[in-house]
């Protein structure tokens, strides 16, 4: 289980409630996807007047971001053919990809399309099952064996796939130990194409159908088939324990990379001049394929669907991929936010798009030196505070070694030492032990390369902490993990010679972890 989420790269259920509405709006303008505009005055392409966007009212939202503490990792604004806003938020400062959770399904729909362009899939109205022919598969039926492709990867497939509390088949599904015969035999709640319902662990079939009929795992091939044509990196992206690529999630790409796929989106399957998958599978994956039985708005091949002819992709933590063709935009964000924090951000970009213009604007230079010096400020840590006095048990409890009581962290014992500015934390697992910094004044430090916990996946990872006094006896860690996505607080209360750790993920799990612990002598 994953040390503050157990299902890393899920997303929470509560999508968009206000999807963007002033920047996805159609029918704003008839100019072919990806024009590039530039001001009468010879303003340079990328800045964003010549794209019709106010430098100040992007300014303002970088703004509003840090006084709203949303924690945004990056954002990225394209228009037209040019990115006009590229800003990284300490402490992401873009040296690791960023896990991109849900957005990742979109991938995967995506592979889906290559494989129908190259006839490895005749159409996606084949039965899902036909894939699997030598897989013994538990709860068998015949609406089971009448799903189709286009019916998983539309979330109407049927699967009695339970999301409360957190996406739990998805959680059973990676402790079992065949991960592709799980989701195979999860339950039916009824036939096939008479409900919607979010199912990670049938995204994780459509990735084992690429890899049957492609002869390659999912991440291979699209490397080969859509990052590299795009000049795009290859991607992190784990595998199950029989070697199939996570079609749910658990991608992780450089943000400009992301935006480089969704290019291919806007430029209705091509990039460039290359044709990476046919147009008629974009409109078709971007369209509402679920019907009157999804969301409000709609939702197609893991693409969520807009009451415009906009679609975005989402993932917990606030990863969003956000095309909206009729206005030539794209906006990629990545975030550890809550999802009131996500709602927050939805509103600043709504404000954005309600003041886009169709046309270019006056040139601003000094409101481009503005944005500029923004975007260099938010990179860059806060000014540092000044370190309130400790209470006595500051001294009494730093450098002593606490036991723990068993944990799903796989942490053995736990150790606090307090300096003027700074703290470390110290974390024992097994022989292993993990030193991290803590910062005092109000600005995080950044640890990198740590482990915290004995999951795998969280044996090499950035993390940047911040630590204060909350009481006397009550030391607060605010935690952010930068490009995994997992942060919230962990609280150590010391009592005499216990020790009780509180530990809050707010991206996902939305519940509080207790142990305790008591002082060795």
């Not at 606030?318 to 009131?340: F, H, K, M, Y």
């Not at 911040?466 to 009550?474: H, I, R």
């Not at 009592?495 to 750790?501: A, E, G, H, K």
Request: aromatic share 8%; with cysteine; glycine share 8%.
């Amino acid at each position: 289980m994953s040390p503050f989420v157990n299902n890393l790269g899920c997303m929470s259920l509560r999508h968009l409630a206000t999807p963007l509405l002033m920047l996805v709006a159609s029918g704003c303008s008839s100019e072919p996807r990806g024009a590039s505009q530039t001001s009468a005055a010879g303003e340079a392409p990328n800045t964003p007047e010549a794209q019709g966007i106010d430098s100040n009212q992007l300014a303002s939202v970088i703004d509003q971001i840090v006084a709203q503490h949303l924690d945004v990792h990056s954002l990225t604004v394209f228009r037209h053919g040019h990115v006009v806003l590229d800003a990284d938020f300490f402490p992401y400062d873009g040296r690791r990809r960023h896990d991109f959770a849900s957005c990742t399904k979109a991938l995967t729909t995506t592979a889906l399309g290559i494989a129908l362009d190259d006839g490895s899939i005749p159409n996606l109205d084949q039965a899902l099952l036909s894939y699997f022919p030598d897989t013994v598969v538990d709860n068998d039926s015949t609406d089971k064996r009448a799903m189709t492709l286009a019916q998983a990867a539309s979330m109407t497939s049927g699967f009695d796939c339970v999301n409360q509390p957190n996406e739990l088949t998805l959680i059973q599904m990676q402790a079992a130990p065949d991960w592709m015969k799980f989701a195979l035999g999860v339950p039916m709640a009824g036939p096939p194409g008479t409900e919607w319902r979010y199912c990670s662990t049938a995204m994780h079939i459509l990735s084992g159908v690429i890899g049957h009929v492609t002869g390659q795992a999912e991440d291979d091939f699209l490397a080969e088939r859509l990052f590299a044509p795009i000049g795009a990196s290859r991607p992190e992206w784990p595998r199950d324990p029989q070697g199939n690529t996570h079609g749910w999630g658990d991608a992780r790409l450089w943000p400009k990379d992301m935006l480089r796929v969704a290019q291919v989106f806007l430029g209705q399957g091509t990039f460039g001049t290359q044709r990476i998958v046919d147009s008629s599978f974009v409109a078709e994956a971007t369209s509402n394929r679920a019907g009157d039985l999804g969301p409000p708005n709609g939702y197609g091949y893991a693409w969520w669907t807009t009451s415009g002819k906009s679609y975005y992709a989402q993932g917990r933590g606030g990863q969003l991929v956000l095309i909206a063709p009729v206005r030539g935009a794209i906006l990629v964000v990545t975030g550890a936010q809550s999802s009131d924090q996500t709602q927050s951000l939805n509103d600043l970009v709504n404000e954005l798009g309600a003041k886009l213009s169709d046309s270019p604007l006056p040139p601003d230079p000094e409101a481009v030196r503005k944005l500029s010096a923004e975007v260099t400020k938010v990179s860059e840590p806060p000014a540092a505070e000044a370190v309130p006095p400790p209470p006595d048990t500051a001294s009494t409890v730093s450098g002593r070694t606490y036991a723990l009581a068993s944990n799903m962290f796989g942490w053995d014992s736990v150790e606090l030492t307090f300096a003027e500015s700074e703290a470390t934390l110290t974390l024992a697992m097994g022989s292993t032990k993990t030193t991290a910094k803590i910062g005092l004044d109000a600005v995080a430090r950044i640890t990198r390369d740590a482990q915290f916990s004995t999951d795998p996946r969280y044996a090499d990872i950035d993390i940047a902490m911040s630590g204060k006094w909350t009481a006397d006896d009550t030391f607060v860690v605010t935690f952010d993990t930068i490009d995994t996505i997992d942060a919230g607080t962990m609280s150590f209360v010391f009592q005499n010679d216990d020790l009780t750790v509180s530990i809050f993920e707010k991206t996902f799990l939305l519940s509080t972890i207790t142990f305790g612990g008591q002082a060795k002598r």
